[in-house]
């Protein structure tokens, strides 16, 4: 499975993005699908995900800021951030389980500064 990524860039702290990625040979029908974010010194962590039923759950510290969609048709997903802060500066991360498997994008960066 490839993960293509796009969507990152520089925002002003109060901005917004809207970061995508889309999956593409998977040859199982691909069940969840996420956002992860790496800041620098920090370990990975979980920013929100979607099921192929449409069931989300996000990290505490974007509740009510980020909004995870997904396409199932065309193997999308989307993640819509608001008010951002200088804290979600990092590395965000596509993944993707399909059937035993977890599959990642190469990340594209997202800088929240004034």
């Known amino acids: 499975v490839q993960l293509q990524a796009s969507g990152g860039g520089l925002v002003q702290p109060g901005g917004s993005l809207r970061p995508s990625c889309a999956a593409s040979g998977s040859r199982f029908s691909i069940n969840t699908m996420a956002w992860h974010r790496q800041a620098p010194g920090k370990q990975r962590e979980l920013v929100a995900a979607?099921?192929?039923?449409?069931?989300?759950n996000y990290a505490d510290s974007v509740k009510g800021r980020f909004t995870i969609s997904r396409d199932n048709a065309k193997n999308t997903v989307n993640l819509q951030m608001n008010s951002l802060k200088p804290e979600d500066t990092a590395v965000y991360y596509c993944?993707?389980?399909?059937?035993?498997?977890?599959?990642w994008g190469k990340g594209t960066q997202v800088t929240v500064s004034s």
């Open positions: 979607v099921t192929n039923g449409g069931s989300t």
């Open positions: 993944n993707a389980k399909a059937g035993p498997l977890h599959y």
